[in-house]
């Protein structure tokens, strides 16, 4: 079974940094692509960031570019996003899925999320 668990949300301040972990298990997870996708109150699912397969390759929505960064660790099968600069509009509940781009908000496999609440 395919389980995809988040943790490290909370309320951060405007111009701080929070640092999100995705744990998985149930697949196998270095030949996948991966993403982090974000559903801020009364807005739909919004893609984040991607992070390839392989070579890692990143990608990025505008307007978290240099702001977010992704990574993966093949050997704990595990995810993350260290965001930083934070601002109000990125407060969401954000999840991890398996899948690419802005596609990946259709993906069937995603975790259960963890809230981000930038507030000052």
């Known amino acids: 079974e395919v389980q995809l668990v988040e943790s490290g949300g909370g309320l951060g301040q405007p111009g701080g940094s929070l640092t999100l972990s995705c744990v998985a298990s149930?697949?196998?997870?270095?030949?996948?692509?991966l993403s982090w996708v974000r559903q801020a109150p009364g807005k739909g699912l919004e893609w984040v960031s991607s992070?390839?397969?392989?070579?890692?390759?990143?990608y990025y929505v505008d307007f978290v570019k240099g702001r977010f960064t992704i990574s993966r660790d093949n050997a704990k099968n595990t995810l993350y996003l260290q965001m930083n600069s934070l601002k109000t509009e990125d407060t969401a509940v954000y999840y991890c899925?398996?899948?690419?781009?802005?596609?990946?908000?259709?993906?069937?496999?995603r975790g259960q999320g963890t809230q981000v609440t930038v507030s000052s």
């Open positions: 899925a398996i899948g690419n781009g802005e596609s990946s908000v259709w993906s069937n496999y």
């Open positions: 149930g697949f196998l997870f270095r030949v996948n692509n």
């Open positions: 992070i390839a397969a392989g070579r890692g390759r990143t």
